[in-house]
């Protein structure tokens, strides 16, 4: 499976931005979907999964009630959209795929991802 993400860019406070993983190669129903952000200076975490094959989703509290995960089989696609972003939400988002198999519990250990894409970077200012 190979990861394309886009749609970053640079937003005030308070705006809404959305962004893409395009996949191509496997079956993407068998994957769960994790976005992830790295900050400047801090580590790299989940923002939010979903599973493919139910759409069954998670949000980090950072994200919950502002940002929203779609998934789209026959497209092979991922949306998250992000609103009522902060300045705190600056930073690459990354895309990556994880297979079901490896279990829902997993979703939050980086290692565990079997394909990623490449970071898009999200400014907000204030």
């Known amino acids: 499976v190979q990861l394309q993400a886009s749609g970053g860019g640079t937003v005030q406070a308070g705006a809404s931005l959305g962004l893409s993983c395009a996949a191509s190669?496997?079956?993407?129903?068998?994957?769960?979907v994790g976005w992830f952000r790295q900050a400047p200076g801090k580590e790299r975490d989940l923002v939010a999964a979903?599973?493919?094959?139910?759409?069954?989703?998670y949000y980090a509290d950072s994200a919950k009630g502002r940002f929203t995960l779609s998934g789209d089989n026959a497209k092979a696609s991922v949306s998250l959209q992000l609103s009522s972003l902060k300045p705190e939400d600056t930073a690459v988002y990354y895309c990556?795929?994880?297979?079901?198999?490896?279990?829902?519990?997993?979703?939050?250990?980086?290692?565990?991802?079997?394909?990623w894409g490449q970071g898009t970077l999200v400014t907000v200012s204030s």
């Open positions: 190669g496997r079956t993407f129903s068998r994957y769960t």
């Open positions: 979903i599973r493919l094959r139910d759409m069954l989703t």
């Open positions: 990556a795929a994880i297979e079901d198999r490896k279990g829902w519990s997993r979703i939050s250990d980086q290692d565990s991802y079997n394909y």
